[in-house]
């Protein structure tokens, strides 16, 4: 079945470092691409979304790519900020699907 | 505009009672749905309703039923508790279809259960 993969956390970032959060997928289809972020305490929100290849989703300085030919849509900012630390899952949804399949999560701590 | 909102917070439960998590919104939304957050697990779709008397399973629905008698609400019951019910649990809305990424899902805070 469909799947999501990211990579494993903590990531631990100083203030200002360039951000990358590896994410794969698995489907048969041509699923959308989600990032949610989830802050401390809260439910998970919608940060980016693409819904077709070579499509980009940014929101708030975060940017990421729907490689279809890499199965990929890794997550990146140029500059991070200690309100940033959060945790980040990866999704996916069928066009004609529900169902929202998440990644692991990535939890990412930023230090002044 | 209150959104998705979950009660209770937090809740204990002994192995074999039920319990009823309650979930409500207020945008109108079609879809609703319960996650179970597990470290390490991601987020895994207990059941899920595309409208008021439409429910369906997700990917993990055993001990768990729900019903959706109107719009606004999708309570989750807990038949049976078992310690591997002990997780965080989140309740979440959509407009429409999540498929085409046209309507993002709308999560409540959160309740974590732990059952001894």
């Known amino acids: 079945g469909d799947s999501v993969t990211q990579m494993e956390g903590p990531v631990t970032l100083s203030e200002e470092a360039f951000l990358t959060i590896n994410c794969t997928y698995t489907?048969?289809?041509?699923?959308?691409l989600f990032w949610y972020v989830q802050y401390p305490g809260e439910g998970l929100q919608l940060l980016l979304k693409a819904t077709k290849a070579d499509d980009k989703g940014s929101n708030k300085g975060f940017e990421a790519t729907y490689r279809k030919e890499t199965t990929s849509f890794h997550l990146e900012k140029g500059s991070v900020q200690v309100s940033d630390s959060a945790v980040y899952f990866c999704?996916?949804?069928?066009?004609?699907?529900?169902?929202?399949?998440f990644g692991s999560g990535t939890r990412l701590l930023v230090r002044p | 505009n209150a959104g998705v909102t979950q009660t209770p917070k937090f809740q204990v439960l002994k192995t074999g009672q039920s319990m009823t998590l309650q979930c409500a919104q207020d945008m109108n939304h079609e879809y609703m749905s319960w996650y179970r957050q597990d470290p390490g697990m991601g987020l895994r779709l207990i059941h899920y309703s595309v409208g008021a008397g439409i429910t369906d399973q997700g990917e993990v629905p055993n001990g768990y039923n729900v019903s959706r008698s109107t719009t606004e609400d999708f309570p989750l019951r807990l038949l049976s508790a078992a310690p591997s019910q002990t997780s965080v649990y989140f309740c979440?809305?959509?407009?429409?279809?999540?498929?085409?990424?046209?309507?993002?899902?709308?999560f409540g805070n959160g309740t974590r259960l732990t059952v001894t």
């Open positions: 489907a048969t289809g041509y699923p959308s």
């Open positions: 979440a809305s959509s407009y429409t279809d999540v498929g085409t990424g046209n309507s993002p899902l709308h």
């Open positions: 999704a996916l949804s069928d066009r004609s699907s529900y169902k929202l399949i």
